[in-house]
């Protein structure tokens, strides 16, 4: 017959749950690397939760050097995150943000910013980026099931099934819900055998009963401190930064980080010290607000089944995990999204070696 077309049933090289801030810049990565894959999505458009990052002005990482950045992560996260994050420093993350053509704004204490206050303008740039490399993208459609095969992954959504050689699982913590990040990836991840840490909030305020606190609310103050103290009275973790004055307790920047440090070494004994304004009040049962409301999730995929170097699972073969489905996090500015985009990128350059190496079985 003439013309007749050579239509083959391929795997896809690469499939990518999620098109949140560590899908996109996946995705990106593996179009510059002319990896063939293709993103799925829950929602009905890409990084709904990096549109809210920073009050809507998008914190994308921290302008210091990565041995700093490591630090102030802190332990068990720094020495898991290391590779990736020496592998992907901010610097490399800034040179990639302004590749897209994005104009930027670095604070003085190194914070990055686009330029325009607008978390939009990156998002739209990761999505036009896509468009013109002509990534296809699934929106609109949560994936339902992954099932490891011989010659690679059966990925499910609800009305169609995609042969994938990898897949990546992108698809956030379970804060903000509404921004599709529900846990999907957690429920995989246990269904293909790897432990899932206890998800807890991160990065969320403290509730206090204090009339003094409640009728402040509103106010902000810029250099607050909040100090966390153990059951001697001993500083074992300190911040400075914003304490804003809430109708149900405390928040702002230096709270979150004290907040941050207890969940993930244990609120049993400890104390917090928080001074704002000249007043100073010590919360002694911290009782943190809850998780959906939480700027980062503590918990997720153990660090322990998923190899920090490549982030293949060391069950699975072929699957990936990237960002906050994770159990990594960070303090506030711009290190989360900075671990998102740090372990995305470490997943597709492992996904390319093998791909190379014939690490699959056809
Ligand atoms: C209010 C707020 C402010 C923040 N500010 C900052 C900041 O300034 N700087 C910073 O560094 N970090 C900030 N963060 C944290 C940062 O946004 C997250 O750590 C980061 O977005 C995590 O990236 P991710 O790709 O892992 O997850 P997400 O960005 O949450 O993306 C996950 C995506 O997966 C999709 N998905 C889920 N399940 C499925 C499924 N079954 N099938 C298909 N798709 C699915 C979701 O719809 C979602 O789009 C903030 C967070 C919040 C909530």
Not at 29 to 55: D, H, S
Not at 86 to 98: E, F, L, M
């Amino acid at each position: 017959m003439k013309n007749r077309q050579n239509l083959k049933h391929e795997p896809v090289p690469l499939a990518i749950v999620g098109g949140g801030a560590a899908g996109m810049f996946a995705a990106a990565v593996a179009a510059e690397r002319k990896i063939g894959c293709l993103v799925f999505e829950r929602k009905v458009r890409l990084g709904a939760k990096m549109l809210m990052t920073a009050n809507g002005r998008c914190n994308f990482t921290k302008d210091i050097p990565a041995e700093q950045f490591l630090r102030d992560l802190g332990d068990p996260v720094a020495a898991w995150a290391a590779p990736a994050l020496r592998s992907c420093p901010p610097q490399a993350i800034v040179r990639g943000v302004r590749s897209l053509g994005v104009k930027l704004r670095r604070m003085e204490d190194g914070r990055m910013f686009p330029d325009s206050g607008q978390a939009a303008t990156i998002v739209h740039a990761f999505g036009d980026l896509l468009r013109d490399e002509g990534v296809p993208l699934c929106v609109n459609c949560p994936v339902t099931g992954i099932q490891p095969m011989k010659n690679g992954f059966i990925v499910a959504t609800a009305s169609f099934t995609v042969w994938a050689k990898n897949v990546l699982v992108a698809t956030g913590g379970l804060s903000f819900p509404k921004t599709g990040s529900v846990g999907d990836g957690q429920d995989f991840a246990r269904q293909l055998g790897h432990r899932v840490e206890p998800c807890r909030a991160g990065l969320t305020g403290l509730e206090v009963r204090d009339r003094a606190i409640s009728a402040q609310a509103g106010a902000r103050f810029d250099d607050g401190t909040a100090r966390v103290l153990d059951a001697s009275g001993q500083t074992v973790f300190s911040s400075a930064g914003e304490v804003d004055c809430e109708p149900w307790g405390l928040s702002g920047s230096a709270v979150y980080n004290c907040q941050r440090w207890i969940a993930r070494h244990g609120y049993a004994g400890m104390s917090m010290e928080v001074s704002y304004g000249g007043q100073v009040t010590t919360l002694r049962t911290l009782v943190p607000r809850p998780l959906k409301e939480a700027i980062v999730t503590i918990g997720g995929v153990s660090r322990d089944d998923v190899d920090p170097v490549t982030m293949m699972s060391r069950n699975v073969p072929g699957l990936y995990f990237a960002g906050e489905v994770l159990d990594v996090d960070g303090p506030t500015g711009g290190y989360n999204l900075t671990l998102a985009f740090a372990t995305a990128r470490a997943a597709v350059v492992s996904v390319q070696a093998r791909l190379r190496d014939g690490g699959v079985a056809w």
